[in-house]
């Protein structure tokens, strides 16, 4: 649940079905392991159904960190307008930046930053999107100050 979290809060993605069919197919495989590994399981469907749910959430986290980490591709940078901001709290506080379209992002979205971005940037300055198309090749994007 560690990697999940962080992969929520660090990295942007575009696209999601590409991750999403591989964390399924990624807890199937967990899944038939564990389930080689002790026939038992088939009397525990409930224990089948967690294993399977941790074990999407885990090929999800892994694999979007595989594919940013291990990105090594040349980027490329969209200068974008801030159009709002607001500040999400509860048991953690999460800055949001809302971006007017770029590049392959056809509508205004907001975006978590850090709050040291989120404090430099106010309505109407401009930030960088910058975008990767990623090791496994499903496209990410990082918002930092432009330099």
């Not at 404090?119 to 975008?131: F, I, N, P, Q």
């Amino acid at each position: 649940m560690v990697l999940v979290a962080r992969t929520l809060q660090d990295i942007h993605l575009l696209e999601w079905t590409s991750i999403l069919i591989a964390a399924i197919v990624c807890a199937l495989l967990l899944l038939l392991i564990v389930s080689a590994c002790d026939r038992a399981l088939r009397k525990r469907p409930w224990t089948a159904v967690i294993i399977f749910v941790f074990g999407a959430f885990y090929g999800w986290g892994l694999i979007a960190q595989a594919n940013a980490l291990l990105d090594t591709s040349p980027a490329r940078i969209f200068q974008v307008a801030v159009t709002g901001k607001h500040v999400s709290s509860g048991k953690t506080t999460t800055y949001y930046l809302r971006l007017e379209p770029w590049g392959p992002a056809t509508t205004s979205q907001d975006v978590s930053v850090p709050s040291s971005l989120y404090d430099y940037a106010d309505v109407g300055v401009t930030v960088c999107v910058v975008l990767y198309p990623g090791a496994l090749r499903i496209p990410w994007y990082e918002v930092e100050r432009c330099r």
